[in-house]
């Protein structure tokens, strides 16, 4: 009966874990994706500054260039920066978030397995075959 309790607690600690590792991964991502929109928007943004106030710029709109001010570009940019910066944040503590899940859910597996060694055993050898 307790081994088939613990089982069942091994099974819905194993599906958490492998949840809150993906959207981990996943999170990890986006904030990649967005350090690297905020890395292109940066150097963009250098490139517009160097140019003198009375050159042509323009703007991508799907395959097409429209002329803007330099001045818009440049305050596109900047706000382009503010908002990588905040959703950087936002992801970073939704990262925070889900690493003290992940190692809630490894220490839940550690006390488990070290309350029914038998289950460890059988785990062992499932893994092996």
């Known amino acids: 009966m307790a081994g088939e309790i613990n089982r069942e607690a091994f099974v819905e600690l194993q599906g958490r874990m492998i949840e ?3 959207k981990l991964k996943q999170v990890q991502m986006q904030v990649r994706n967005k350090e690297a929109e905020k890395k292109r928007a940066f150097l963009t943004l250098e490139e517009l500054q160097q140019l003198p106030d009375e050159t042509n710029t323009y703007k991508s709109v799907g395959k097409s ?13 900047k706000e382009k920066i503010k908002e990588c910066d905040s959703s950087i944040a936002s ?14 859910v490894e220490s ?4 488990l397995l070290q309350q029914d060694p038998g289950l460890a055993r059988q785990i062992m050898s499932m893994s092996m075959s």
């Open 20 to 22: 809150t590792s993906s």
């Open 65 to 77: 260039f429209i002329l803007e001010p330099k001045s818009l570009l440049v305050t596109e940019q």
């Open 91 to 104: 992801l970073q503590t939704s990262k925070e978030y889900l690493e003290r899940q992940m190692t809630e």
């Open 108 to 111: 839940n597996f550690k006390e």
